[in-house]
């Protein structure tokens, strides 16, 4: 998502930057002008030498971060399909939570973004001189940093351990959030900057969608409270932390090395020797004895009576 909005806002300041060229030879510098003076001359030079560059870079950057994306995807799939996983509306749920989790981390960034460009506006600007409310304005912008952290943590535990209580806390927080920044374009001063300054009102917009999304989302995580997914989450925490879990496995697609749950190395299974060519494919090892055995037997039935060499 941020790559992407990278892009997009690259893309557009592209865009801007010409559109404002546009607009300034047809106002001030082309023939038959009032003024017919090239005011700057170089001002969009210099600027469009940085942001085409910036725009090839990051839709570089875009282009391969989707691709890592779809190859970690496409191998967390292919892997999760050898383990015995969750129940599939226990997964729905999870998906859920992870969604909200994914809100609350990019609102860190985003929200942290619009209020300080915000602030920094209301204070080193000429807006400061006409503005009626900067102490209101300031206080939003302190509530909004004090709140911040204890609403991002609300939502991750109260979710993750259904905690009825905390939930409610988070919501709270979340409607105060809102109302608060919502009150903020019955300003004049806000309204003005917003609609003057593209990169404040882009990430205002995406911080007040981030915020009504973790909301949401947090609605639906709570009616779906009960239906297992604290009980999924503690058994696999407990088993992580017990070193029972797939990540800690080592299984080479292309060297054909197989796990081992005994040796600390995970180098090779107690009941398959490390050069032979079959891949440990089962969830358990009394599969492998199963093939084993099937072997023996077809051995057997071709001829081969001496099974203490098998």
Request: charged share 15%; hydrophobic share 45%; with cysteine.
């Given at each position: 998502m941020t790559r992407g909005l990278m892009t997009a806002w690259s893309s557009y300041e592209l865009w801007r930057t010409l559109?404002?060229?546009?607009?300034?030879q047809m106002l001030y510098a082309n023939p038959g002008t009032p003024c017919n003076i090239e005011f700057f001359s170089e001002y969009f030079q210099p600027r469009l030498a940085y942001e085409v560059p910036n725009l090839v870079l990051n839709a570089i950057g875009f282009a391969f971060t989707c691709w890592l994306s779809w190859s970690l995807l496409r191998m967390y799939n292919s892997q999760a399909m050898r383990y015995v996983g969750a129940p599939e509306h226990i997964n729905r749920i999870n998906k859920l939570f992870l969604a909200v989790l994914s809100c609350l981390q990019l609102e860190v960034f985003i929200i942290v973004t619009a209020t300080?460009?915000?602030?920094?506006?209301?204070?080193?600007?000429?807006?400061?001189?006409?503005?009626?409310?900067?102490?209101?304005?300031?206080g939003v912008f302190i509530t909004t940093s004090i709140i911040l952290t204890p609403w991002i943590a609300l939502g991750w535990y109260s979710i993750k351990r259904e905690m009825k209580r905390a939930i409610l806390g988070f919501f709270f927080l979340a409607f105060v959030l809102i109302v608060g920044w919502s009150v903020m374009f019955y300003s004049l001063v806000y309204r003005?900057?917003?609609?003057q300054w593209p990169f404040l009102a882009g990430c205002s917009v995406c911080s007040f969608v981030l915020i009504v999304s973790s909301t949401a989302l947090g609605i639906a995580c709570r009616l779906n409270f009960g239906k297992g997914l604290k009980q999924y989450l503690a058994a696999e925490a407990a088993l992580a932390e017990s070193g029972f879990a797939p990540e800690v496995f080592r299984?080479?697609?292309?060297?054909?090395?197989?796990?081992?749950?005994?040796?600390?190395?995970?180098?090779?299974?107690?009941?398959?020797?490390?050069?032979?060519?079959?891949?440990?494919?089962?969830?358990?090892?009394?599969?492998?004895?199963?093939?084993?055995?099937?072997?023996?037997?077809?051995?057997?039935?071709?001829?081969?009576?001496n099974l203490g060499c098998e």
């Amino acid at each position: 998502m941020t790559r992407g909005l990278m892009t997009a806002w690259s893309s557009y300041e592209l865009w801007r930057t010409l559109n404002f060229k546009i607009i300034f030879q047809m106002l001030y510098a082309n023939p038959g002008t009032p003024c017919n003076i090239e005011f700057f001359s170089e001002y969009f030079q210099p600027r469009l030498a940085y942001e085409v560059p910036n725009l090839v870079l990051n839709a570089i950057g875009f282009a391969f971060t989707c691709w890592l994306s779809w190859s970690l995807l496409r191998m967390y799939n292919s892997q999760a399909m050898r383990y015995v996983g969750a129940p599939e509306h226990i997964n729905r749920i999870n998906k859920l939570f992870l969604a909200v989790l994914s809100c609350l981390q990019l609102e860190v960034f985003i929200i942290v973004t619009a209020t300080g460009l915000w602030i920094d506006a209301l204070f080193n600007t000429a807006i400061k001189h006409i503005s009626a409310h900067t102490p209101a304005y300031l206080g939003v912008f302190i509530t909004t940093s004090i709140i911040l952290t204890p609403w991002i943590a609300l939502g991750w535990y109260s979710i993750k351990r259904e905690m009825k209580r905390a939930i409610l806390g988070f919501f709270f927080l979340a409607f105060v959030l809102i109302v608060g920044w919502s009150v903020m374009f019955y300003s004049l001063v806000y309204r003005w900057t917003f609609l003057q300054w593209p990169f404040l009102a882009g990430c205002s917009v995406c911080s007040f969608v981030l915020i009504v999304s973790s909301t949401a989302l947090g609605i639906a995580c709570r009616l779906n409270f009960g239906k297992g997914l604290k009980q999924y989450l503690a058994a696999e925490a407990a088993l992580a932390e017990s070193g029972f879990a797939p990540e800690v496995f080592r299984h080479d697609e292309e060297k054909n090395t197989p796990f081992d749950l005994a040796s600390p190395d995970y180098k090779h299974t107690s009941l398959q020797s490390p050069t032979s060519p079959m891949k440990y494919e089962q969830a358990m090892p009394t599969y492998h004895y199963a093939r084993q055995s099937s072997h023996m037997r077809s051995t057997s039935t071709g001829g081969n009576q001496n099974l203490g060499c098998e």
